[in-house]
């Protein structure tokens, strides 16, 4: 088929859209679900799938049909914001988890479950191939209409064959999907309706080449700025016949029809596919799998720093009795944990050698070696280096990861590209006696190179040139740092750190958001989280800095979210890493520093994040290992 092309156009603000196009599907991506299920769609969509009546009246039917108990394992499919999940979660049901394709509307849901305290847990996945063990689930759902969007039915069997495997035996399934015989008679060519007094939105639809899909075309437009989004989508159209085919090709058992349904929009115009749909259910009438079990002990090795060795890190270059307290809080969390056997290693002197006795002798390493080899910060890299060489498997990430991460100025550079913001700055490299002033005081100046907040302290904001020369001259002498120095703008907004933990983008969680709380820091300090609040018990900032629930607007929360995962996977962090980010006067937030390695310590910013989540040091402890054995042996 020769593609037609439509002529690209722009309107009065740039933004490109597309004129009249006379064949839609030559326009269509084969992956468009990636990109449209987002905070637009919650607009367009929002009679249907923001309507909690319409919700609340959907889950009253499906749980009348499928009799379900409060305690039952349920799995929605293709969850979007988890709308039916919630519900269930607000009427009393436990064990409720949702998959989703779209990073966006998971955050949102696990926003929302979160803050109402609700016990739904959420993945960011393809449906495809599901994250889970087989014989799972009492019940898996695929609801609103979330079947149909691949190119290929072989894609749509993978799917049926994936709900199939996880449920348990005689588990049910229940879909939801648009009537396609009724939709291919009946759907509307064109229609236009306002989403809100700003947006309205206009659709062309017609029939694929093949007559089995319905192609939509969406154009979007803000009375202030024009077409602002041009999209096109397909379903494909199951009729009754085949789609009891297909869950009998899979090996569904009693499949039963029910009756169609249609929301109670109040909008009450344009309800595309959504108009009439099918309510089908099966059951998978199957032996229980015999299970490969998993060795109940696995053998850890915990690499950490030399306590016998100085560390400049640390105010008198030693390990106090603060960090052998940390050690033993370690030791005593992990000492708490049935599936390890748990043994340490922390001499640098034999470490190589050490290592190399364990090759093949342990499951996995969990390295907890910040302070880097031989306790010099510059060699935190060589760790994961010599496991990597020696084939042994570890935690964390890899040494690339903790190369990048170690360079601000590089991690700025990298977070730029891909849409990350930062701060202004400029680089000063070592001799340079002149630099230009690009930017405007206040000013923060730290070490280009370095972690654990090394070279930052309350005179390192400056409000003058004078005073920015002393902040280097003091980085220079007192810290003893010849590299390169990063002067950034001084933010003054709120500080805020957000943990990871696991490996995006199929099994990951996001921990609680936090801030520095500096209300009770002495008036004429500047507000950081720097050297002093870390290692200076005596400091004003040790004794007044606390950790808080960050207290963000939803966009300006999500924004976080969403530039964090995305600097997760570009910089290939593996397992846990924490971000740090800042507020500027207006509200907007700037990356700060990524830590692929953070502090791991029972008092520590990963550890209170944790604790917010009801996460215990010895369950985040456990949810980093158990991470790292997923990502290597690739379980589900």
Not at 38 to 64: G, P, R
Not at 219 to 244: C, M, N, P, W
Not at 520 to 541: F, H, M, Q, R, T
Request: overall charge negative.
């Amino acid at each position: 088929m020769k593609a037609v092309q439509a002529k690209k156009q722009t309107n009065r603000n740039g933004t490109g859209f597309r004129g009249p196009v006379d064949n839609p599907e030559a326009f269509l991506r084969p992956d468009w679900w990636r990109k449209i299920f987002n905070a637009m769609y919650l607009k367009t969509d929002a009679d249907v799938v923001e309507d909690q009546k319409i919700t609340a009246t959907e889950v009253s039917l499906f749980t009348e049909i499928t009799k379900i108990s409060a305690n039952d394992a349920v799995l929605d499919m293709a969850c979007g914001q988890g709308r039916h999940l919630i519900e269930l979660a607000r009427r009393g049901y436990k064990n409720l988890n949702g998959i989703d394709r779209s990073r966006y509307l998971i955050q949102r849901g696990r926003n929302i479950s979160r803050k109402e305290q609700l016990p739904v847990t959420f993945r960011e996945g393809d449906v495809r191939k599901l994250p889970y063990q087989t014989d799972s689930f009492d019940l898996v759902t695929i609801l609103g209409n979330s079947f149909g969007y691949f190119e290929s039915t072989d894609d749509d069997a993978r799917i049926i064959k994936e709900v199939f495997r996880c449920l348990k035996p005689n588990g049910q399934f229940l879909i939801d999907v648009s009537d396609g015989e009724y939709i291919r008679n009946h759907f509307a060519p064109r229609s236009w309706e306002w989403i809100d007094s700003k947006h309205f939105v206009c659709r062309e639809r017609t029939l694929a080449s093949d007559n089995e899909r319905l192609i939509s075309r969406e154009v979007i437009t803000h009375t202030d700025k024009g077409v602002i989004v041009d999209q096109f989508y397909a379903e494909r159209l199951y009729t009754r016949e085949s789609l009891r085919n297909l869950l009998d090709s899979v090996g569904f058992s009693d499949i039963t029809f029910h009756m169609e349904i249609s929301p109670d929009s109040q909008r009450n115009q344009d309800l595309g596919m959504m108009e009439r749909r099918l309510i089908v259910t099966a059951r998978a009438k199957k032996e229980w799998t015999p299970r490969k079990d998993r060795k109940k002990t696995a053998n850890i090795v915990v690499v950490m720093g030399d306590p016998k060795r100085s560390d400049i890190i640390k105010p008198d270059a030693v390990f106090d009795d603060d960090d052998l307290e940390t050690i033993n809080q370690l030791k005593t969390a992990l000492s708490s944990l049935d599936d390890y056997k748990i043994t340490y290693l922390n001499n640098h002197h034999t470490l190589i050698d050490d290592l190399a006795k364990i090759k093949g002798k342990t499951d996995m390493v969990l390295n907890l070696c910040d302070e880097g080899f031989n306790n010099e910060a510059t060699k935190e890299l060589h760790v994961p280096a010599l496991l990597e060489m020696l084939e042994i498997p570890y935690t964390g990430s890899g040494p690339q990861c903790l190369a990048f991460c170690y360079d601000k100025s590089l991690i700025r550079g990298i977070a730029s590209e891909v849409g990350v913001p930062v701060a202004r700055a400029f680089f000063i490299k070592p001799g340079d006696n002149l630099f230009e002033m690009n930017i405007a005081f206040p000013v923060i100046a730290k070490p280009n190179f370095g972690d654990s907040s090394f070279g930052i302290t309350s005179k390192s904001v400056a409000y003058s040139i004078e005073e920015l020369d002393d902040a280097i001259l003091m980085i220079r002498e007192k810290f003893g740092y010849a590299k390169p120095i990063l002067v950034e703008e001084f933010l003054t907004g709120p500080e805020i750190s957000l943990g990871i933990i696991g490996n995006p983008p199929e099994q990951y969680q996001i921990l609680p958001i936090i801030e520095e709380s500096y209300e009770d820091l002495p008036e004429g300090l500047p507000k950081i989280c720097g050297y002093e609040a870390k290692w200076l018990v005596d400091s004003p900032y040790f004794k007044a800095l606390k950790s808080v629930p960050a207290n963000l607007p939803r966009e300006t929360e999500q924004v976080i979210i969403t530039c964090s995962l995305r600097l997760f996977e570009r910089l290939e962090c593996r397992d846990y890493c924490r971000f740090d980010w800042r507020l500027d006067e207006h509200g907007n937030p700037c990356l700060l520093e990524a830590n692929p390695n953070p502090g791991w310590c029972w008092d520590g910013h990963l550890a209170k994040m944790a604790a917010l989540d009801g996460i215990s040091y010895p369950m985040m402890l456990d949810k980093i290992i158990n991470s790292a054995i997923i990502r290597v042996n690739g379980m589900h």
